[in-house]
C-alpha cells in the first residue's frame, strides 16, 4: 500500500515564476491538506481540499491555490512566486471524517 | 486561536537513555487531538503518537509514551532506551475533533542520540 507521494521531490524557479506541485494521496484518503515549512520551523497550514473544494485556508495569499481531481490527487499551484516562498511543501491525506494526517515526503522548491 | 508551543529548540542524550520532550498548548477547545511528529533529515513527517482529549489514560507506542496533563495543557512526549535512528526533529501538533481540521504546529526540538 503506497502512502502520500509528491512530484517533484525538488524544484528550482526564479522570482515572478509559477510553480505546481503535486500530491497523491494514501489509497482510501479523501481529504488533502497542503503546509509550508521554512527552515527551521514548524508546518504552516496553507488549505484543504475535500469533495473537489477548498474547504479550510490558512492565512496565505491568493497567489496560493489548488485543486483536487475526482481521484483525490491534488496540486498546490504558486503565482508570481516570491524569495521567500522558499520552503518544503507538505501533503498530507486523510480518510474520510478523521483527524489524523498522513505526510508525504514533500517537495523543496527554492527561489532565486 | 489554538497555539503550540515546544520550548526546547535541541536536546540531547546518550544511546539507550530516556528522554522527555516538552509540549504545551492553548485551546479554549474541550475535545480535542494531540500528536507528535518526528522529521528526520530525509523530511519525511512520521506520526509517533497521538492523544485524544477526553481519553485520560495516557497513550503510548512501544517505546514512546505521553505524560498528558489536560488542566496544565501539557503533553510531553517519552522516549525509552533511545536509538540513534531517534535522531530527527520532534514536532507537536494540536487539532480539533470536528474532523479533518488543521493541523497546528509548534516550532520542534531538535533531539539528537550520541552514540
Known amino acids: 500500500d503506497a502512502g502520500v507521494t509528491q512530484s517533484p521531490t525538488h524544484l528550482i524557479k526564479t522570482r515572478g515564476q509559477q510553480v505546481t506541485l503535486r500530491c497523491s494521496p494514501k489509497?482510501?484518503?479523501?481529504?488533502v491538506s497542503w503546509y509550508q515549512q521554512a527552515l527551521g520551523q514548524g508546518p504552516q497550514f496553507i488549505f484543504q481540499y475535500y469533495e473537489e473544494e477548498e474547504r479550510q485556508r490558512g492565512n496565505f495569499p491568493d497567489r496560493f491555490s489548488g485543486h483536487q481531481y475526482p481521484n483525490y490527487s491534488s496540486e498546490l499551484n504558486v503565482n508570481a512566486l516570491l524569495l521567500g516562498d522558499s520552503a518544503l511543501y507538505l501533503c498530507a491525506s486523510s480518510p474520510p471524517a478523521t483527524e489524523t494526517q498522513y505526510f508525504g515526503p514533500g517537495t523543496r522548491l527554492l527561489v532565486l | 486561536a489554538q497555539t503550540v508551543t515546544q520550548s526546547q529548540p535541541e536536546m540531547s542524550v546518550q544511546e539507550a537513555e530516556t528522554v522527555t520532550l516538552s509540549c504545551t498548548y492553548d485551546t479554549s477547545e474541550n475535545n480535542y487531538y494531540l500528536f507528535w511528529y518526528k522529521q528526520p533529515p530525509s523530511r519525511q513527517m512520521i506520526l509517533v503518537i497521538r492523544?485524544?482529549?477526553?481519553?485520560?489514560q495516557n497513550a503510548t507506542e512501544n517505546r514512546f509514551s505521553v505524560n498528558f496533563q489536560k488542566a496544565a495543557k501539557s503533553f510531553s512526549l517519552k522516549i525509552s532506551d533511545s536509538q540513534l535512528g531517534d535522531t530527527a526533529m520532534y514536532f507537536c501538533a494540536y487539532t480539533t475533533n470536528f474532523g479533518n481540521e488543521k493541523l497546528t504546529f509548534g516550532t520542534g526540538t531538535r533531539l539528537t542520540i550520541i552514540p
Open positions: 492523544q485524544e482529549a477526553y481519553k485520560q
Open positions: 489509497s482510501g484518503h479523501d481529504t
